[in-house]
């Protein structure tokens, strides 16, 4: 394991370090996008599906993709990161995120959520803005993986309703119109579901689920 810096309050050894020598136990580690979609898989709205790309949403962009029926996270637990794709003069993450109310209209999503609801006519246009971004986004993921959903999780997802719309007309000019015709986009309900992955993860370690 390399750059544990990011793990508040342990220390672990140093910069590369084996942790399961550390701790004496197996350790299993994986991102929040990639236990996020395996949750939905084996506990959530996917747990019939074998095609499944998650989406979280919040302070960054995260992604985890399944293929048929298995998380495909690479060498490095990072495959499918379409966040951290180029897009206008940042990245998909910039525009896909929290980022994009607090640094190009210097508020939170959370305030902005708060005016739309009380029927804030600027505030419901950022979010259309937000969804036209996530929308462009999502064309990207269709491009490499065509999944039978694509499902939404983190804090900005509480907003949905007003990106919604936003978000499919985004996606209308997609060269595939098949793809378009079958699309599904959904929410997460699934509380903790990132929790619920790693509890899969752990299954899947041992066997207990394929």
Do not use: R, W
Not at 155 to 166: D, I, P
Not at 188 to 202: Q, T
Request: hydrophobic share 40%; charged share 20%.
């Amino acid at each position: 394991m390399k750059n544990t810096e990011n793990i508040i309050g342990v220390d672990l050894g140093g910069p590369n370090i084996h942790a399961g020598k550390v701790v004496e136990q197996a350790i299993i580690i994986n991102n929040d996008a990639n236990c996020f979609v395996l949750g939905e898989k084996y506990f959530g709205k996917a747990q019939s599906c074998k095609s499944i790309v998650g989406l979280t949403i919040g302070t960054g962009m995260g992604s985890g993709p399944i293929f048929n029926g298995k998380l495909f996270e690479g060498k490095s637990c990072g495959t499918g990161e379409v966040g951290d794709i180029a897009y206008l003069d940042i990245n998909y993450k910039y525009y896909c995120s929290d980022q994009f109310f607090a640094k190009e209209e210097s508020v939170s999503a959370c305030d902005v959520f708060n005016l739309a609801e009380s029927g804030d006519g600027t505030a419901i246009q950022m979010f259309a803005e937000y969804g036209f971004h996530l929308g462009q986004a999502i064309k990207t993921v269709l491009y490499a993986h065509y999944p039978e959903p694509i499902i939404l999780d983190g804090s900005l997802t509480k907003s949905y309703e007003y990106f919604k719309s936003a978000l499919f007309d985004a996606v209308q000019d997609f060269t595939c119109q098949n793809v378009l015709e079958n699309l599904k986009i959904e929410v997460s309900e699934l509380e903790h579901s990132a929790i619920y992955g790693v509890a899969s993860l752990c299954l899947i370690s041992t066997n207990y689920i394929f």
